[in-house]
């Protein structure tokens, strides 16, 4: 019995010697990895207790920097959390000088900061740029034809409008303006007549620029923006030149003067009813002609939502049977139009007498 147990220590101590040795080698191999061990223990020790700011000088413009963690909950899953963790304060995240009140306070006016910071308001600002200038010969008469863009700023302006004017339509709409609005016009500065040295392209450069700055002057005086001379000669050729093309029947053509018109009328701020609904209602007839029916119904109905206020207009009644007409095709829904155009015929409306849009478009009489 003795010899078995004495037999059994001396394999424990020859096991454990193999093992010492083994663990020599492996050390010896790799030295780093002991001072590694011994580099981990002090660390630990070094960063053993609880995490606070105090007073310290290096914490002091956490408060202004941090709002407290308890409104700023990241959710990554739903299953993480259920409804009454996540409506649990976090008071022990907010340990900062001022208390729990102060954290909250600036936690709102991080927030309402933030939140202004994403609702930025940029100012539209209508802008006039001549981007063409090209000389036109007609017979014996030669002249420069100046195109001018109407952008609106601050935002990408996907519908620019524009015009193409000569000298002598400037010339003219000066000479207008300067009648009606004397004391407004004083400060204005219309480019001067050359004798010389007209079609040379430094002139034409220096007009282009100068015709800029006088519609830019034109447009910041209230009383001219909303004259109707001023407003008519920016879209008044494209209506006078639309009508024509379209009584002729030339829909796909008389369709890009009816929508630069109303490019320029929405850049102009829309001061205009009469022209308006008369350009929606062109843009209606052409958009159904060329079989474009949900856009000549979207056409009607815009026309239609001016006219909100205005039950006398001699273009109400005939919209209204259109934008009927229109949804009916597009399988739309009619009912309001259809209470609306009932609500006057009970109000004495001859609906059975009403003429069609087109037959309005092509009798209508541009001043």
């Not at 600036?106 to 900061?113: A, D, G, K, V, Y």
């Not at 923006?225 to 024509?244: A, H, I, K, M, N």
Request: hydrophobic fraction near 35%.
């Amino acid at each position: 019995m003795a010899s078995k147990i004495l037999h059994r220590i001396r394999r424990t101590i020859v096991k454990e010697g193999n093992e010492e040795g083994t663990q020599q080698e492996k050390t010896e191999e790799f030295p780093e990895i002991s001072e590694l061990v011994d580099d981990m223990e002090g660390l630990s020790t070094h960063l053993s207790g609880k995490l606070s700011f105090g007073s310290d000088p290096l914490y002091s413009n956490i408060e202004e920097m941090c709002p407290e963690e308890e409104d700023m909950v990241f959710v990554e899953h739903e299953d993480d959390y259920d409804d009454e963790s996540l409506n649990e304060p976090r008071n022990e995240a907010c340990s900062f000088q001022g208390g729990i009140s102060s954290c909250n306070l600036l936690t709102r006016q991080l927030q309402e900061s933030w939140k202004k910071s994403r609702i930025r308001i940029v100012q539209e600002k209508l802008c006039f740029e001549a981007t063409q200038a090209s000389v036109v010969q007609e017979g014996s008469s030669r002249y420069v034809l100046y195109t001018v863009h109407l952008i609106k700023s601050g935002r990408f302006d996907r519908n620019p409008g524009s015009i193409t004017r000569r000298y002598s339509d400037f010339e003219k709409l000066n000479s207008l303006l300067r009648k009606l609005f004397k004391s407004h016009m004083a400060d204005i500065t219309f480019p001067r007549k050359k004798l010389h040295k007209n079609f040379a392209s430094d002139t034409i450069a220096g007009r282009s620029r100068a015709f800029e700055q006088y519609l830019s002057h034109l447009y910041s005086v209230p009383e001219i923006r909303c004259s109707p001379v001023f407003l008519q000669f920016f879209y008044l050729p494209d209506l006078t030149t639309g009508q024509e093309l379209l009584r002729s029947g030339h829909y796909k053509e008389a369709m890009g003067n009816w929508s630069n018109a109303f490019h320029l009328q929405d850049k102009l701020g829309g001061r205009d009813l009469d022209h308006q609904i008369v350009t929606l209602a062109a843009l209606t007839v052409c958009s159904q002609e060329l079989d474009r029916l949900k856009e000549a119904q979207e056409y009607c109905e815009r026309a239609l939502q001016l006219l909100e206020k205005h039950d006398q207009h001699p273009f109400l009644g005939p919209l209204l049977q259109s934008n009927i007409r229109l949804c009916w095709k597009i399988t739309k829904d009619k009912r309001q139009s259809e209470a609306w155009l009932q609500q006057l015929q009970d109000n004495g409306l001859e609906i059975s007498n009403l003429p069609s849009l087109k037959e309005l478009l092509i009798k209508e009489q541009f001043v």
